[in-house]
């Protein structure tokens, strides 16, 4: 697929999306959207990518939401079919097996802030403001940002933010869990590649393994998200790259993983 609307880029083992709407404060109308699905779908597939950074364009937005110009004149069926084809993408990037890292250059609101939430990880820079301001548009969060934003941060703070529409800042966003760390805007990107980096040397795998655990068994009852533990644990046994991790540390050497 050819991209108009993000930036796509495989450097080594890492692949960087970068929202690029910078004249609506890269806001996600649908055709956005189905490129970040094309894009998942490319990470997904290529064997070479270990790690995926979301990040936007500029040092002012990540996502600002969706975009409000193409609400107009939109149907219900057709809002429907946009806010489905948002549910669509961020499972392919809750089930891809790689770690996703957004790195939130600026302000992530609405469709930016679930999103991210759909990442495994946010790093955010000091700029950066958090928000789900649906509410002030008479609308409520449309992909999962009622349901992640609850599991993120409790469901009390979520109420709040989702009711009142108010924005908050990245150390606010890091104090309730919801931002991993926050940098200077400046170092944003070097760590988040920096952690990147570190992400892609680590086991393929149990990388896999450990998503899939956290992910699926997050809604199951303890005793049956523990047997799906058990799985998940029970079958990095069978791999190359655990012989390698034991003989590494057992010989005093840093493990080569090669996803087998
Ligand atoms: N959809 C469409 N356009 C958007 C947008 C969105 N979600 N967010 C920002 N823009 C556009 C603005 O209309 C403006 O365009 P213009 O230059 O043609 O007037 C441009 O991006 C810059 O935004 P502006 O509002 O001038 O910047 P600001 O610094 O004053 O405010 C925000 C920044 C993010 C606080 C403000 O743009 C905003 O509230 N955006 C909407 C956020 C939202 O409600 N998202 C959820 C949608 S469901």
């Known amino acids: 697929m050819e991209y108009k609307n993000i930036m796509f880029g495989v450097e080594g083992s890492i692949a960087t999306v970068t929202f690029n709407r910078p004249e ?13 699905g094309s894009a998942m779908s490319e990470c997904k597939q290529d064997g070479t990518v270990r790690v995926v950074i979301l990040t936007g364009i500029g040092d002012k937005a990540f996502i600002a939401g969706a975009d409000i110009n193409e609400f107009v004149g939109k149907s219900p069926a057709m809002i429907m079919g946009f806010a489905e084809l948002g549910h669509n993408v ?7 097996g790689k770690p996703i890292v957004a790195a939130v250059n ?14 495994d990880m946010r790093f955010a820079s000091d700029k950066a403001r958090f928000g789900q301001p649906e509410i ?4 409520i969060p449309g992909m999962g940002g009622t349901q992640r934003l609850s599991r993120l941060v409790g469901i009390g703070l979520a109420r709040e933010l989702i009711m009142s529409g108010e ?4 150390q606010r966003a890091y104090e309730i869990g919801l931002v991993n760390r926050v940098f200077p805007a400046e170092q944003l990107m070097e760590e988040t590649k920096k952690f990147a980096q570190r992400l892609a040397g680590l086991p393929p795998f149990a990388l896999r393994m450990a998503k899939h655990a956290i992910n699926y068994g997050y809604d199951l009852a303890l005793e049956n998200a523990n047997s799906l533990e058990l799985q998940c ?8 790259d655990l012989k390698e991790g034991v003989a590494a540390f057992l010989e005093k050497r840093k493990g080569t993983f090669t996803g087998k």
């Open 233 to 240: 644990f029970s079958q990095c046994w069978s791999t190359e």
């Open 106 to 119: 600026g302000y992530a609101l609405g469709g930016g802030l679930e999103i991210s939430m759909a990442c």
């Open 167 to 170: 924005q908050i800042p990245a």
């Open 90 to 96: 961020v499972r392919i990037m809750e089930t891809m």
């Open 24 to 36: 609506v404060l890269n806001a996600l109308n649908e055709e956005t959207m189905q490129e970040l």
């Open 136 to 139: 002030l548009l008479g609308l």
